[in-house]
C-alpha cells in the first residue's frame, strides 16, 4: 500500500486517476447509449414493418352463386376452349351481383356495385375454371371471389367510414353493400394464399411474391453454381499452390478490394459484358446469377481462405510425414477439417447475394411478370426487387404487400443465417 509520501498517492495522482475513471464512466455511458439507440431503432423498424405488413396476410372475399349461361359463353355450343377464353365473364358476374342486389338499376350504382369485387380478378378466375373444364357451361357454380382492394381496407379499419364520402375511395352506397354482405356471411376474411402463390398484378388484392420467389430461387441456383466451386477452389490454390510472388500479391489484394466494391459496379459489369456483349437473355435468372455470384466470390474466397488458415498446419504436416504427397495432405486431411467452416461461409454468401437488389436493377430485372418463370432463362423478377417495385405504389394495399414482401425476406434471410451459425456451432472444431 502506497504510504502517504508515494507519488500514487499525491493529490495529483489522485486527481489524474479520479478523471481516468470519469473518462471511463462517459465512455461505458456513451457505449450503451449507442446500443440503446441501435436497439430502438430495430424495434421501430420491425414494429413498423409488422404493424403494416401483417395485414396483408388476411384478404375478404365474397362468396357468390354464378350462373355460367350458354348464350353469353358459348353461343355456338361447340366447346371451344380458345372461343371460351374469349368470353365475357365479366358479364357473367355482372348478371349475379344485379341478381343479389336488384334495386340497383341506375348505371353509376351497378358500376358501384361491381367495384365491391376484384374487377379482373373474379373474371379471370371462372374463365380458367371454364377453360379447364368446358363441361361446366350451362350449370351454376358457387364461388369465392376476391373483393376489391378498397373494400379489403375497409374491413381492415385502413378507410375510415367517418370522413366525408368525397375525401375517400370508396361510397358510402358500397359501405352499405358491404355491411349488408358482411352480415350475411357473403364477405368473409381468410389466410391469404394468394400471396405466395400468385405472381405480380395491376391489381393489388390479386398480386403475390409466387413468381420473384422461384425467380429467387433460380437466380440463387446459378450464383451458387459460379460462386461456391471457383471460390473455393482459388481459396485452396492461393492458400496452398500459389507461389509467393507479386503477382500472386496483387490478386490478393485485388480479391479484398472487389469484396468492398459497391454491388452496383457488378451490375454495370454484367450489362456491359453479359447483356450487350455476349447477348444474352435480358431479366433472365441466369444473368442475375452470374452477376450475383461475381458478387459472391470474393465473399466465398475469404472465407474459405481465412477456415484454411484455421486448421493447424500439424495436421498437412502430419500427412506429409507418412508419405502423403502435398495434394492428398491437402485435399484428404486439411480441407475437410475446414469443411463447416467452408459451408458457413458459402451459406452466408448466398443469404448475401439472396438480399441483393441494385446490380439486378441494372440488367433489367425490374420487369413486370405475371407468370411463373419456368426456366433460367425466362423472364423473370426477384424478391427484393419486387418489394422495390411495390413501394413506388402510392395506395394503403400496395403499402401492406411491400410491408409483407419485407417480413418474408426477413424470415429467410433469418432462417438461412440461422442455420448457417447452427451449422458452425454443430460441426466446427476446436484447436
Known sequence: MPTSDSIHASEFALKRL????????????????????????????????????????????????????????????????????????????????????????????????????????APNLIRQMVYNNPDLVGQTLTIRVPTSDDVDQLLKGNISRDVSEDRRKISDQQITWVDALVETGEIKSRFNTGFFTNTDSRDAELAGIGGSFIGSLMTLLVTACLAIPIGIGAAIWLDEFAPKNRFVDFIEININNLAAVPSIIFGVLGLAIFINFIGMPRSAPIVGGLVLGLRALPTVIIATRATLMAVPQSIRDGALSIGASHIQAVFHHKVPQAGPGILTGSIIAMAQALGETAPLLMIGMVNFNTEIPNGITDSATVLPVQIFMWAGNAERAWVEKTSAGIIVLLLVLLLINGFAIWLRNRLEKRW
Open 18 to 121: 479520479k478523471k481516468r475513471h470519469a473518462k471511463e464512466r462517459r465512455f461505458k455511458a456513451f457505449g450503451l447509449l449507442a446500443i440503446g439507440i441501435a436497439v430502438m431503432a430495430l424495434f421501430w423498424l420491425l414494429s413498423t414493418v409488422l404493424g403494416n405488413g401483417l395485414n396483408a396476410f388476411i384478404q375478404h372475399d365474397m362468396t357468390m352463386d354464378v350462373e355460367l349461361t350458354e348464350s353469353v359463353l358459348d353461343p355456338s355450343g361447340v366447346r371451344d376452349p380458345d372461343e371460351l377464353r374469349k368470353s365475357n365473364y365479366r358479364r357473367i358476374i355482372q348478371n349475379s351481383l344485379y341478381e343479389r342486389f336488384p334495386d340497383v338499376t341506375d348505371r353509376k350504382a351497378k358500376r358501384q356495385l361491381f367495384d365491391v369485387i376484384s374487377s379482373s380478378g
